[in-house]
């Protein structure tokens, strides 16, 4: 797939996701999709009955461009009680298009193009092109692997005097890594020197392993009036195709991104808020469920990988793993995926569309969120697989 004929001249850094391509090969050939997170595991009947609800009673308007109030509101008990985020249900909440609407009007309300904005480097695909379109001047820090550290002075090189913004991303796609108080310390030790805007994706907050706590940047070392906290609801109540999620700032940055959401949107659906504002009622035994199916599902495919000869990066939250498979042999990471696709039918993404340089090239990514029968069967076409195979 290449870059569309007509493109605009500005975007033409773009780097076209690997994620979707990998997506449309497993289709080509019927495989099962380890590649691409579109987790189609059941939506709560509470989340889905409430959605149908609205829908019924005919809640189909325009909502105000920052979303229902009720909701926010919702939302604003969560920040508090899971996040030790103090946030104003009236002010500092836009109810957004899934995360992605989240990121995107928010570098687009608070960023001017030329602004540099700082990336951790396995990045999530999607930051990289809304920066990309919003005519940002990105920039690079590696976190390596296996642990993906993060350190105050890696943090400090990796700045440019035009740096305005640092993505954050915790739980990490596709690593899994979560940032310690430890490591977020640094970054608002930083953050405050340089006048730095934080943009932190948790996403994934509610799906992480081992008993490990959730640490949103916005509750650590005074970084609050400077975060803007992304949250999305598609993966917390798998429902990736509703398009829906937040972004938490203090007032005047909530009120420009609620303008720019206005602008782009209007708004975001409004049954389907509905849905969400339910879903914020589910018990905390739903929330820790939730993560101990996943740790399970993650557990089962670990194991495969290694069965492989893949050396899997245990991840510490979110539903992906990285697998080394430097034993492999293959040249690049793309042959491998391709490899594995047309021979043991599973897809995974290459981690070249993660790092830009070669440390990519010895990755895979694999998706576990899917239904136990689908996901028990790639393992088991995992575990036979013959990398050399197609060498011999
Ligand atoms: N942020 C991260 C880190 C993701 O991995 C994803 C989806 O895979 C998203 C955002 C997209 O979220 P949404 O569906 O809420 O737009």
Request: aromatic share 8%; proline share 6%; charged share 20%.
């Amino acid at each position: 797939m290449g870059q569309p004929q007509f493109l605009a001249q500005r975007l033409r850094g773009l780097a076209l996701s690997d994620i979707r391509r990998m997506s449309r090969e497993s289709d080509r050939v019927g495989a099962i999709n380890l590649g691409q997170g579109i987790c189609d595991l059941p939506t709560p009947p509470e989340v889905a009955e409430a959605a149908k609800a609205a829908i019924d009673a005919n809640k189909s308007t325009y909502t105000y461009p920052e979303g229902h109030l009720a909701l926010r509101q919702a939302i604003a008990r969560k920040l508090a009680r899971d996040n030790g985020i103090q946030a104003d249900p009236g002010s500092d909440i836009v109810v957004t298009l899934g995360a992605t609407g989240a990121f995107a009007t928010a570098v687009n309300a608070l960023l001017d193009p030329g602004d540099g904005i700082l990336l951790m480097e396995p990045y999530y695909g999607y930051h990289l092109n809304c920066s990309i379109v919003a005519g940002l001047e990105v920039q690079f820090m590696t976190l390596a692997p296996p642990d993906f550290h993060l350190t105050e002075e890696s943090l400090r090189a990796a700045l440019r005097p035009n740096t305005r913004a640092v993505v954050l991303c915790t739980p990490s796609n596709p690593s899994g890594k979560m940032l310690t108080r430890g490591e977020l310390e640094a970054v608002a030790r930083v953050a405050h020197e340089r006048d730095l805007l934080i943009i932190s994706d948790e996403i994934y907050e509610y799906i992480r392993y081992d008993g490990r706590p959730h640490i949103s940047p916005a509750a650590v070392g005074g970084l609050g009036p400077r975060t803007i906290t992304v949250m999305g609801l598609s993966k917390t109540f798998s429902i990736t195709g509703w398009r829906l999620g937040y972004a938490v700032a203090p007032a005047p940055m909530a009120r420009a991104i609620a303008l720019v959401n206005d602008l782009y949107y209007v708004c975001a659906p409004n049954p389907l808020q509905h849905g969400v504002t339910a879903g914020f009622e589910l018990p905390a035994a739903y929330f820790a469920r939730l993560a101990l199916d996943y740790q399970r599902k993650r557990d089962t495919l670990c194991d495969a990988l290694k069965a492989a000869g893949m050396a899997p990066i245990v991840p510490q939250g979110a539903y992906y793993v990285l697998a080394d498979i430097s034993n492999w042999g293959f040249a690049t990471a793309i042959e491998a995926a391709m490899a594995l696709l047309e021979r043991a039918k599973v897809a995974s993404v290459p981690g070249s569309a993660f790092y830009r340089g070669t440390i990519g090239e010895k990755l895979l990514r694999f998706c576990f969120a899917k239904d136990d029968a689908s996901l028990g069967e790639a393992c088991e076409r995992i575990r036979h697989f013959d990398p050399g195979a197609g060498l011999r």
